[in-house]
């Protein structure tokens, strides 16, 4: 079993920034694919960006050129890294993983974190 604990949430300015971390746990050596999802209040959940074990990406086009998801499986955490942040980034962060390659995307996940709180505003 995978244990996901997320950090880094907070409130910034419109056109500020924050670096979120999720720290995996537990049976790491079966997750493949790993990413970020947001959900607002009364929107659906989006998937933000996924990064496989190799180091292969893919972002949502809503934060392209804005947000870097990169992971350090020596210390078992992935990263999101976003700038630029807008209003509308205003979510709660959670991180996934899954144990086959393009699984997060399909909406399989293995674990789940908690979610981290970000919010945008002025």
């Known amino acids: 079993q995978v244990r996901l604990v997320e950090s880094g949430g907070g409130l910034v300015q419109p056109g500020g920034s924050l670096r979120l971390s999720c720290a995996a746990s537990?049976?790491?050596?079966?997750?493949?694919?790993m990413g970020w999802y947001r959900q607002a209040p009364g929107k659906q959940r989006e998937l933000v960006a996924t990064i496989t074990n190799g180091g292969t990406t893919n972002y949502a086009d809503s934060v392209k050129g804005r947000f870097t998801i990169s992971r350090d499986n020596a210390k078992n955490t992935m990263y999101l890294q976003m700038y630029s942040l807008k209003p509308e980034d205003t979510a709660v962060y959670s991180c996934?993983?899954?144990?086959?390659?393009?699984?997060?995307?399909?909406?399989?996940?293995?674990?789940w974190g908690q979610g981290t709180q970000v919010t945008v505003s002025s």
């Open positions: 537990g049976r790491i050596f079966s997750i493949n694919d």
């Open positions: 996934a993983a899954a144990k086959g390659v393009g699984y997060i995307a399909s909406g399989i996940f293995d674990a």
